[in-house]
């Protein structure tokens, strides 16, 4: 009896997915333990790219500075390259993520949060230290061996890695955030599908002051397509920057169906000067790890109490940067519902939204990863070089592109188109920030989505139709600017109306008492404290002046009304009945 120690959430992994969850669950005052397997966080630079998603979100959890403080600034991600290598001829540009003039503008407009790379080295730690400082009680070298559920929680087996002793933690609920070899995930039995380790990859960290390459065209993605790199890997060769620009990752793929290839510091300091292009290149040698590309995700995300999210329930290549993105947002998705039905705010079933939500999103991303690696084989075969067997045609064919001849013209035509469509993966702002929920979370009027205008992937839906993201908006006053995404706090519901909608703010006030749950109300308007600066609220709510607008704690749309109605506190207070499962 001794040896259980209790708590609400325990949360299995303190990588991206389970250090985010635990810092949402401590800024909800919900008690929490973070245990994970190793002595540390991740050791090896793994993600980087952080989407505006992702940096809204850890706005939102008060660390958004502190990630901008060590992160590579927006400005230096983007003049994507495609090369022979790194020193050797260049094959085209691209500027990505927000970087290209015409699609500044999109960037700049949907978000107070514009895209950083900070590598997870470094970002793991800054999320642990404040979940652990706000509350987590964060266990290093603690290991889970599986669990049991009863109506009133989860008995979790754990190992101290350290002294061999094995004991119980007893949680409300579980979060199993330990990665793509999920436990977790398989003990409970989740659906998955598609398939594992369908292509070899190697990653090999490395320093070399590389400046002289980089600095007049920074990027955080070097691709480089030299023999060989049609196999495996990303689709192409990657020279990634993780410092600007003396330390560096290179992922070179192998056929997975051969021998995994012997990777010794020579054959690592081999590979890395191939793709940077100086024979005596001095390299000093971080670390090397080969790992196995996937395409498979789950169906269903949750098991009574027990809840999976990040890789665990997304498996795919490092494409697109989308791994590491996602996890947090999964968690950013799921804590502020585990701490409603905790606190007793809301009914147990708007845990199920969880599933209905995030599970379409997984299989989204899985296939959009999957199918940004693959979109790099026109870029091969617009060289001609799909099909090179030797290193020597390999390079002879990539001549063909400079011959001044009518073949020459059509493969650079096609190149350049080739080039032109990674913008799939590099600026696809509406696959990172797009993300619509339709579940019971959501509460919606008999009228349909409206229509997509634009391509859903590149550009993303700027509407306040329910279950899509709050548009972004600067408000303020005299003194101060903010977003809209500032002022709807992630602990809360916020509802944003106008002059002519006080009986809204009004009505927000009974309902908070009678459902007891904290509701912020913002009437923005000339003479309010908080005002419409820019008008851009104004030409992006779709309600009218005396229309209401409801935001959950994540940021998503839950419900919005075209105008007043005769008893907005009956209409609030169905809404948030149904919406929390309150009835
Ligand atoms: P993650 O694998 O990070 O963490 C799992 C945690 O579970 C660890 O803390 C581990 O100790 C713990 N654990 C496992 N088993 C356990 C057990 N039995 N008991 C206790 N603890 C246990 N993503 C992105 O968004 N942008 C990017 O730019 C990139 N780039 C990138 C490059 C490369 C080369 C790679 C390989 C990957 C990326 N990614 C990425 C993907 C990203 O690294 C990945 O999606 C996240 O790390 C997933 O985070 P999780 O928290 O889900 O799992």
Redesign the pocket.
Known sequence: KDDVVQTDVLI???????SAAALFLSNQGIANIM????RW??NTP?????NQRTMEVLRDAGIEDQVLAEAVPHELMGDTVYCESLAGEEIGRRPTWGNRPDRRADYELASPSMPCDIP?TLLEPIILKNATMRGTQTQFS???LGHTQDDEGVSVQVLNRLTGHTYTIRAKYMIG????RS?VAEDINLPMEGDMDIGGSM?ITFKADLSHLAAHRPSILYWVFHPGSNIGGLGAGLVRMVRPWNEW?V?WGFDINGKPPVLDNEEAIQIVRNLVGIEDLEVEILGYSL?GNNNQYATHLQKGRVFC????IHKHP?SH???????IQDSYNLCWKLAYVIKEKAGPELLESYSIERAPIAKQIVTRANGSSAEYKPIFDALGVTDATTNEEFTEKLALRKENSPGGARRRTALRAALDAKDYEFNAQGTEIGHYYDSTAVVTDDKPRPELTEDPMLHHQKSTFPGLRLPHAWLGDEKEKYSTHDIAKGTCFTIFTGITGQAWADAAARVSERLDIEITTVVVGEGQPVQDLYGDWLRQREVDEDGVILVRPDKHIGWRAYRMVEDPEAALFKVFSALLHKE
């Open positions: 299995v992994g303190s990588g991206p997915a389970g245990i994970t397997k190793y966080t991740a793994r993600a980087h790219i952080t997870q603690t290991e889970y955030a330990d990665g793509a436990k990653n990752l992922v790992w999210a990040g890789d665990a490092p940067g989308l791994g590491s993105n996602t996890s």
